[in-house]
T-cell receptor, first 113, second 115 residues
Framework: EDKVVQSPLSLVVHEGDTVTLNCSYEVTNFRSLLWYKQEKKAPTFLFMLTSSGIEKKSGRLSSILDKKELFSILNITATQTGDSAIYLCAHPGGGGATNKLIFGTGTLLAVQP | NAGVMQNPRHLVRRRGQEARLRCSPMKGHSHVYWYRQLPEEGLKFMVYLQKENIIDESGMPKERFSAEFPKEGPSILRIQQVVRGDSAAYFC?????????????FGPGTRLTVL
């Protein structure tokens, strides 16, 4: 069964710190890995990763995929209180015609001033 | 370009009543997904629909839950005879017909509370 595991479950840092969030996965047919940020409402799309070793970057956030070791990391540099959220990792699973996303339980990040 | 829209944003029902949750996908998106997020749990897939077709309902409970995405109008997730355990946030997501649908865009969710 396809699975996504995230660590740590929660993390408390101070503004300005750099954080690394981890996501490991087991999938039958890999297509992509996605990262979302969830504040109080809708998960907001951050990145989609399909190729190993190619870093995707958006401002202070970046992410990379290792298809050999089956994991991805999400880095946030110079954290701000607005980065406080749950960060979700997901992959399209199930095979066949379905596009359902299988999510990890998320990492709850709290950035203190 | 409006994002995925869901209504109502909050819904309170008493046990035994029916709940209807609506989702309008982003313009140009023909694939709709429903997910449920129970308190302290991650997002769990429920059902995947295209216009007038249910493609995958493997995550949806067999009883009391149904979903549709008609040719015209929003997608509807219907829960009959609600119970307290149905209290959760229900998120709808949509994706365009191309690109395999991997990138899904989420609506703000409907928070269902069953008294």
């Amino acid at each position: 069964e396809d699975k996504v595991v995230q660590s740590p479950l929660s993390l408390v840092v101070h503004e300005g710190d750099t954080v690394t969030l981890n996501c490991s996965y087991e999938v039958t047919n890999f297509r992509s890995l996605l990262w979302y940020k969830q504040e109080k409402k809708a998960p907001t799309f951050l990145f989609m990763l399909t190729s190993s070793g190619i870093e995707k970057k958006s401002g202070r956030l970046s992410s990379i995929l290792d298809k050999k070791e089956l994991f991805s990391i999400l880095n946030i540099t110079a954290t701000q209180t607005g980065d406080s959220a749950i960060y979700l990792c997901a992959h399209p699973g199930g095979g066949g015609a379905t596009n359902k996303l299988i999510f990890g339980t998320g990492t709850l990040l709290a950035v203190q001033p | 370009n409006a994002g995925v829209m869901q209504n109502p944003r909050h819904l309170v029902r008493r046990r035994g009543q029916e709940a209807r949750l609506r989702c309008s996908p982003m313009k140009g998106h023909s694939h709709v997904y429903w997910y449920r997020q129970l308190p302290e749990e991650g997002l769990k897939f429920m059902v995947y629909l295209q216009k007038e077709n249910i493609i995958d309902e493997s995550g949806m409970p067999k009883e009391r839950f149904s979903a549709e995405f008609p040719k015209e109008g929003p997608s509807i997730l219907r829960i009959q005879q609600v119970v307290r355990g149905d209290s959760a946030a229900y998120f709808c997501a949509s994706s365009p017909p191309s690109a395999g649908g991997d990138t899904q865009y989420f609506g703000p969710g409907t928070r269902l509370t069953v008294l």
